[in-house]
């Protein structure tokens, strides 16, 4: 990870305030013991120099301590690292140099680290190490790698969140690194986004149930237990909506919106017992996340009771100076984001931080109380972690890295995470007997799979992909064997190569398999003008299409790209996005008939660029003329079963306010062959004070079923499923009619009491 992103300047200035509404906080961690922490941190506190107590505040990546240049570019050098942690009392470092490590590497550089800080150092504080963990060990060698974010939503099954949050868990801790940054609880609603697949998708209720989830896999009840880690929830908060839909540019976000629509993940990620939030590396309001003093404290602390530290994103205190242009100075760049509530500064390459803000301190800028208070929450993850006692690799873990169970469980997710979203007259499953052409740029790669974040930062390093993985063309050629396959490559991402070949071959097959999709990326380089798909790859499909074999259309991408002009004429579409490492294995196995899909949209697919709708629309978007017409919409996703609902039941047509209501409806497998179905319950009010979505998901639960086989599935939908955020900008409640819907069944309910 060598470049970072660019940030456009802002400057425009609007202060507003916030008061979300406040959850109750979930106790965390029976097992850990909180009152003794506290004191260890406080005598550990008394202890400490200025500059000590500044040190634990910075964080620096690896390559600040390693060589850059030379034959050992890339190795840790001793003598900076010890400058580091020794001269400058760093208690924080994050990511790798360049690209992922085997795991005994990891040891051998976790163990000559914390043998500094342990051993050379006054106080012996251990470094607490950090690492992003977008789907899975991200920078472990063979470590295994799940479905992006976006992909596990579409699973609508949280057990496969958790289970993730297990295994990837395992796998950091056995590298030694026990923080990781993730889950990201930025609710996905600009589909331009290039980060929209780091994301849980649209929805707040599906965002907050995945994360939370993930964060009960990786966390347990203990994150000093040798196989958990801390979560790092971020970026805290509306990073997720630029306006432009580039990264990084500004978002404008009202209070309303802000509580209803992007705080309530964050809030549930709190509650769940995350101990570190990541800022928001851009801007909302006007005010760059580092700079924003209501939502880093009074929203963050005050209301949402968060008591952990906050991290700045990647340089970006220094961003309030260079880019943002709201401090006249470093120096004031430094006392902008401590004073606003920033704990650690991801710096991440020098000691300017460091520095400026001891300086700050001694000049009275910055008061004590501030940095111990930031201390104090630093210090206290360590000492939840455990590493006071132990902040070594546990060579234990190693046995249990990538294991076959592990592989399994991410094979499950990819299948469960590709989207079925037509079928026309049944063409898929394929039979095994068939002859097929794959065509397409995502066909014979296992990075388009996997996106960014995978192995390197931009995740584009085919060379450096396991060798024991299957791209979709490999797996393809392993389920039917190599003599059915003919592969044409007929395009790359944005330009043809062989199109005119097509019809030629096409005589001889029985089906089409297009893989078509996006070219793999992180954060701003994967930047777009245009949501729809290049037209080398649109002319690629019409070509295939005109040839008459049934065309089934794969796609791997990192967001919803437009697509219209080829739905009609490919038979079956399968909306891959990016479904990991197995994501290929998946993808044959769907199919060829050996697994059943079961993946939902968790975003709108749009139609049209200039459309860009999510599901959760008002009243007045669908009265007067206007349509609520998207390609496929969220929640929208077919099997190869039929399911049928049927039953739907309220507890009482009539419930007070305060009271829980329990809707019940059967699902029957009325098809040949067994299936998941993951259902989903809508909540929409007749009438509210503000205007309101007509249905928004409150509820989901995923089931197997045998063919002929029914289940009652119950749901219960508290008074808070039913609350919103009113006129006074605050969470409301108000009595009327609603409905309940699950598939084509509704039913409505009224909820009495006083305004
Ligand atoms: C990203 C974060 C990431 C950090 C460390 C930043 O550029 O925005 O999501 O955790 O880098 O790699």
Redesign the pocket.
């Known amino acids: 990870?060598t470049t970072?992103?660019y940030i456009r300047l802002i400057t425009a200035f609007l202060v507003f305030s916030i008061n979300p509404f406040v959850l109750p906080a979930k106790s965390r961690a029976e097992s850990i013991d909180h009152r003794s922490i506290n004191s260890k941190v406080g005598s550990l506190l008394s202890k400490m120099t200025l500059e000590e107590k500044v040190g634990q505040m910075t964080q620096l990546t690896i390559q600040a301590v390693s060589d850059t240049s030379g034959p050992d570019a890339g190795k840790l050098d001793l003598r900076k690292l010890k400058d580091a942690i020794v001269r400058y009392h760093v208690g924080s470092l994050?990511?790798v140099y360049d690209s992922s490590l085997s795991v005994g590497a990891w040891d051998t550089l976790i163990t000559t680290i914390q043998n500094v800080a342990t051993k050379e150092t006054r106080l012996k504080i251990p470094i607490l190490y950090g690492i992003?963990a977008t789907h899975g060990a991200i920078y472990a060698k063979d470590a295994t790698l799940f479905p992006q974010p976006l992909n596990m939503a579409s699973t609508f099954n949280t057990d496969l969140a958790k289970k993730e949050g297990e295994i990837t868990a395992l796998e950091v801790r056995a590298c030694g690194i026990p923080w990781i940054?993730f889950p990201?609880m930025d609710v996905g609603r600009q589909p331009l986004w290039s980060?929209l697949y780091?994301t849980y998708g649209e929805d707040p209720y599906l965002a907050s149930q995945m994360g939370t989830s993930f964060i009960e896999g990786a966390q347990g009840n203990n994150i000093g237990a040798p196989d958990k880690v801390a979560t790092?929830l971020?970026?805290y908060v509306g990073y997720s909506f630029p306006l432009d839909g580039e990264d990084r540019t500004p978002a404008w976000i009202p209070r309303r919106m802000m509580k209803q629509i992007f705080l309530p993940s964050f809030q549930a990620g709190v509650n769940a017992g995350a101990p570190t939030v990541?800022c928001n590396?851009s801007e909302v309001n006007g005010i760059p996340g580092d700079a924003n003093y209501y939502l880093l404290t009074h929203v963050l602390r005050n209301r949402m009771k968060f008591r952990g530290f906050v991290v700045s994103?990647?340089g970006d205190i220094e961003n309030l100076y260079t880019r943002f242009k709201v401090a006249s100075s470093q120096e004031d760049a430094v006392r902008m984001a401590v004073m606003s509530g920033v704990d650690m500064s991801?710096v991440p390459m020098d000691y300017s931080f460091y520095n400026l803000l001891i300086k700050l301190v001694k000049d009275g800028k910055v008061p004590m109380w501030r940095i111990n208070q930031a201390v104090t929450r630093i210090l206290r993850v360590k000492f939840e972690l455990g590493l006071f006692k132990d902040a070594y690799p546990d060579a234990e873990l190693r046995k249990q890295f990538a294991s076959p169970s592990s592989n399994k469980t991410n094979l499950e997710a990819a299948e469960e995470s590709i989207t079925l979203v037509k079928n026309e007259a049944n063409l898929l499953p394929l039979s095994k007997n068939a002859k097929v052409l794959v065509s397409g740029p995502t066909a014979d790669r296992l990075s388009t799979m996997n996106g960014g974040w995978t192995i390197t930062?931009q995740g584009n390093v085919e060379s450096l992909y396991p060798k024991d993985k299957m791209n979709p063309l490999q797996a393809i050629e392993a389920k039917i064997g190599k003599r059915n396959v003919t592969y044409l490559p007929g395009c790359t991402y944005d330009s043809l190569l062989d199109v005119d070949t097509i019809a030629h071959v096409a005589k001889n097959v029985d089906a089409i398999i297009l893989c078509l999709g996006e070219r793999t990326y992180a954060?701003t380089p994967g930047n777009i003008n245009d949501l729809t798909l290049p037209t080398a790859q649109l002319k690629l499909a019409e070509t295939a299409i005109a040839t008459g074999k049934p065309v089934v259309l794969v796609m791997f991408e990192g967001r919803p790209r437009i697509i219209d002009k080829i739905v009609r004429g490919s038979r079956a579409i399968l909306i891959g996005f990016l479904p990991g490492m197995d994501g290929g294995e998946a993808l044959a196995n769907i199919l060829f008939g050996d697994a059943n899909p079961s993946g939902r949209l968790p975003v709108t697919y749009p139609r049209y660029v200039n459309a860009l709708y999510h599901y959760d629309y008002t009243n007045q978007e669908v009265t007067g003329g206007d349509v609520y017409d998207p390609q496929w919409t969220f929640g929208y996703g077919l099997s190869y079963t039929k399911f049928e609902y049927s039953d739907l039941r309220l507890s009482s047509q009539e419930i007070s306010k305060g009271e829980n209501l329990i809707a019940s409806v059967n699902v029957t497998n009325s098809g040949k062959i067994p299936g998941q179905d993951a259902i989903l319950l809508y909540l929409g009010e007749e009438y509210r004070q503000v205007t309101h979505p007509v249905k928004q998901l409150e509820a989901f639960q995923k089931i197997v079923l045998q063919p002929r086989q029914t289940k009652e599935v119950r749901f219960v939908i508290t008074p808070e499923q039913m609350s919103f955020i009113g006129l006074n900008n605050r969470r409301t409640i108000q009595p009327g009619t609603f409905k309940v819907t699950v598939g084509s069944l509704s039913r409505k309910f009224v909820l009495t009491g006083s305004n």
């Open positions: 990870m970072k992103p994050l990511n992003d940054f990201v980060r780091e790092c971020k970026h990541m590396s994103d990647w991801m930062w954060e």
